[in-house]
């Protein structure tokens, strides 16, 4: 079955950076867009970030545009966020999975936290 593990979230500073990352199985990884998307306490879930299936192309949300960057890597079945200059909107439980979210794949993983405040 499909399986999303992310990792890498933390507390970090406002202008801080992390790297998340994402470990993908149960499906064929290359054959889908990936995206990374994040929900805040209150907030619904929204996708900031998308990269086709050879990593070709990559798309923003405009609030994250010249901050994030996502990559990923089909050998290894791994998507990543680079996310740079991080302000506390940025605070959020992030997730990775397909983009747009197909009916086979509308089982999240549990998401990593991530705290940006000083």
């Known amino acids: 079955q499909v399986q999303l593990v992310e990792s890498g979230g933390n507390l970090v500073q406002p202008g801080g950076s992390l790297r998340l990352s994402c470990a993908a199985s149960?499906?064929?990884?290359?054959?889908?867009?990936m995206g990374w998307y994040r929900q805040a306490l209150g907030k619904e879930r929204e996708l900031v970030a998308t990269?086709?299936?050879?990593?070709?192309?990559?798309n923003y949300v405009e609030s994250v545009k010249g901050r994030f960057s996502i990559s990923r890597d089909n050998v290894k079945k791994a998507v990543y966020l680079q996310m740079n200059s991080l302000k506390p909107e940025d605070t959020a439980v992030y997730y990775c999975?397909?983009?747009?979210?197909?009916?086979?794949?509308?089982?999240w993983g549990q998401g990593t936290q991530v705290t940006v405040s000083s």
């Open positions: 999975n397909v983009a747009p979210i197909q009916a086979a794949f509308s089982s």
């Open positions: 990269v086709t299936q050879a990593g070709g192309r990559t």
């Open positions: 149960g499906f064929t990884f290359s054959s889908y867009v």
